[in-house]
């Protein structure tokens, strides 16, 4: 498929700025994917899919290390979280096809609102961590939250970061920083598992996919420094902003504004 210098430029700009706003609480695919529809029209939805997941990757890899130099998230967490979640997107990923994306986008709309609004008005909630459980029960929490937003993440995509964070700081009590690195490691499985899936079928498009893989690399080590450095509050506020965006965007397609 032939791409103009333009066409090409616009991606990988999308893909620094998905990058970015992945590493910081996730959402990075309401950048990356609509920029990928509207620059490859004739492209097939696997190969665009397939291609963004390439990208992100990547850039997941880079900010995912970022955290866990910086934060030492707690592995007793993480480790199950990502294996429940490689397992969950892999088994997504192999069932997309079969489910209509128009029956979920109701439904994902609802919970964005629900998630916006509660940390919305709970201001103290993943200020500070206060794990909720202890022993097997967190444990099995971490694994529900693992296998349940990874197959969201293999089957659609768009604010599984969000989500992780959500159920990292509501369910189980960490705070948003916590949560982010914890979400970050999870994401790098979920997007691992996909690409198992979609390399096989020759899915991918990888002379872009590696170029907007270099951009969302840089975009996602500049977004772990800074929220990092800026700590959990700063966190909190961008998660605000980027789910509100995510409300924007599939009440808009619900409602059939675009």
């Not at 029956?103 to 794990?131: E, H, M, N, Q, R």
């Not at 604010?159 to 949560?179: E, H, I, N, R, W």
């Amino acid at each position: 498929m032939e791409l103009s210098t333009s066409t090409i430029a616009l991606l990988v700009l999308a893909a620094l700025a998905a990058g970015f706003v992945d590493a910081v609480v996730g959402g990075g695919g309401l950048i990356q994917l609509p920029a990928l529809l509207i620059g490859l029209p004739g492209a097939s939805v696997v190969q665009i899919a397939a291609t963004n997941k390439l990208a992100s990757f990547c850039g997941t890899s880079i900010s995912a290390a970022t955290y866990f130099r910086r934060i030492r998230p707690d592995p007793r967490t993480f480790l199950p979280l990502m294996l429940a979640a490689f397992v969950g997107s892999f088994g997504g990923a192999l069932v997309a096809s079969l489910m209509p994306r128009s029956a979920f986008d109701p439904i994902i709309l609802v919970v964005l609102v629900l998630v916006g609004s509660y940390v919305w008005f709970k201001p103290s909630v993943g200020s500070l961590t206060k794990l909720r459980f202890s022993g097997g029960t967190h444990l099995s929490a971490v694994l529900v939250t693992g296998l349940a937003v990874g197959f969201y993440d293999g089957a659609i995509g768009p604010g599984t970061g969000s989500f992780f964070v959500f159920a990292l700081v509501g369910l189980l009590g960490y705070d948003f920083l916590q949560a982010s690195a914890k979400a970050k490691l999870a994401n790098w499985a979920t997007n691992l598992a996909a690409l198992v899936v979609f390399v096989p079928q020759g899915a991918v498009m990888w002379e872009l996919g590696l170029m907007m893989a270099a951009a969302n690399i840089t975009g996602g080590y500049a977004g772990a420094r800074v929220a990092v450095a800026r700590g959990s509050r700063f966190v909190r506020i961008f998660f605000l902003v980027v789910v509100t965006a995510l409300v924007v965007r599939l009440g808009g397609g619900v409602l059939g504004v675009w």
